[in-house]
């Protein structure tokens, strides 16, 4: 699908306005999460989790629209209703349980959307990937890079031009992104101290992006703490700069950073706790 020039955006304007609105204090967060100088400071006591997993079920017993959720209880209890599923939740968003709540309720659409009733209420493993899911994670268009960043996050790699072109693209994308954010999240610290989104800012396909971006940063339960985007020339693809700033919630419109390829060097990623040869060779 090409890009619509109509299609709704954030323009750069707008973000200069919101990073110029910020306080001293959020400003000092913003700058401790794109350099990865924070900490997870939360101390997860057996009296804290223990409390929380309680006010969670609480919280959820108050949403409407739970079917899938309903549903997951009464088809895998042990799963659904497990600690270490659960705590997932919790730990993406800080131990809000209100928003933890939310995001459950977004993951159980968002998985019966992808997989289907028959796949959703369960575990996921690879064999719930079809072969041209499989040929979507070979091609590497997403996908978590082996090395962390200084401060223990995550890298999740996104290149558009590596993605597989064929009918459904959209809902195999999806499906593996399940997969592949389910297989990172086995390390307890990507849990805690979340992922870098890295983006090669290429041709932009809106229903594809949408559904990776949405569904990952809705649904799916880790936490995204900043963004960094790659572009070929100075001046490449603002209306798609503009379109994604549109797909992100405003605390991450204001953490990310846009670097230019062949013009960048280590020493200008060191702050940020990365190097280019941790990055794909079309990067690095």
Known sequence: MACSFTAPCFTLMQLRRQIQSMTIEDRKRQQADMKGTGEYDIKETPKLIRESLIQLDAEMEQLSDTENYQMAEFCCPDYAKGDKFRLMFLRSECFNVKLAAIRMKKYWDAKVYHFGSSKAFRELTLDDLDKDDLLA?????????????????????????????????????GRYAFYLI???????????????????????????????????????????????????????????????????????????????????????????GFSLSMLPPEIG
Request: hydrophobic share 45%; with cysteine.
């Open 137 to 173: 994670v070979e091609m590497g268009g997403l996908q978590i890079l082996p090395k962390k960043d200084a401060a223990g996050r995550g890298l999740l790699y996104w290149n558009r031009t590596r993605f597989l072109d064929k009918p459904g693209q959209n809902k195999r994308m």
């Open 182 to 272: 389910h297989a990172a999240l086995e390390d307890e610290s990507i849990q805690k101290h979340g992922v870098i989104q890295i983006f090669v800012l290429n041709k932009f396909i809106r229903d594809i992006q949408r559904i990776l971006i949405v569904h990952c940063l809705n649904a799916l339960p880790i936490r995204f703490v900043a963004v960094h985007k790659f572009k070929q020339g100075p001046n490449q693809l603002r209306h798609t700069i503009e379109q994604l700033l549109h797909l992100f919630p405003a605390d991450l419109r204001i953490r990310q950073a846009v670097h230019e390829v062949g013009m960048i060097d280590d020493e200008d990623l060191a702050p940020y």
